[in-house]
Every structure is written in structure tokens, then in C-alpha cells.
């Protein structure tokens, strides 16, 4: 049987990742070699930066809870401990966000956390 390198198999699958390599530079869009090297990069990328995403948005919440409670002169460890101590269940994301759009719900949170 004769062996055949350039079928239409090769050249869908090619197509797919030269597809995949839009917006790229130079070779890195239209030469099927560099571009397999391009997305493999680019994946790991994406793969690295989906686990730092969630670091970084816990440091946020964190930082903005510190500095709602910084201005009642109390400690975001010790608030923290405080609720769950008391067994409020409320995470830093859900905290955050309330210390910045409704402070005075934060107040009545903070108040029963710190009695």
C-alpha cells in the first residue's frame, strides 16, 4: 500500500492548530512546526496563569477586608478568627465585596463578630 504524507487527515490537523495560531508573529501563525512549539507555550501559559489568577484575587479580597477593618482599628487575623470562632460562614470574596459596596452591612457583620 502506498504510504501517503499529505493527506487531507494531516492538512485538517494542520489547519486546526494554524487556526488556533491566530494573532501570532511571523512564523509563528503560518509554519505548522512553530506554531505546535507557539500553542504548547501558550497553553502552558494559560494553565500557569489560571492557578495565579485565584492567588491573586484572594490577595485582593484579602487587602480589601484589611482596610475596611483597619479603619475600626481592629486586625484582619483576629476578625478572621473571630468568625469562625463564632461559626459565621462567610467566605473572603462574599466579605470583601459587601465591605466595599455596603459598608454599613459590614458595621452590623463586624459588630457581631467583635461582641
Known sequence: MVRVSSG???QRSHKKYIKAAKGFRLGRKNLYT??????V???QHAYVSRKLKK?????LWTGRLSASLREK?????AFIGQMS???ILLNRKVLSNIAVAFP???DKI???VVK
Do not use: C
Not at 512553530?34 to 500553542?39: E, F, H, I, P
Not at 492567588?55 to 490577595?59: E, L, N
Not at 482599628?73 to 487575623?77: I, L, N, T
Open 34 to 39: 512553530q506554531v505546535k512549539d507557539a500553542l
Open 85 to 87: 470562632k463564632k461559626n
Open 55 to 59: 492567588r491573586d484575587f484572594r490577595r
Open 41 to 43: 507555550k501558550q497553553w
Open 110 to 112: 463586624y459588630k457581631e
Open 8 to 10: 487531507l487527515q494531516r
Open 104 to 106: 454599613e452591612v459590614f
Open 73 to 77: 482599628w481592629s486586625k484582619y487575623s
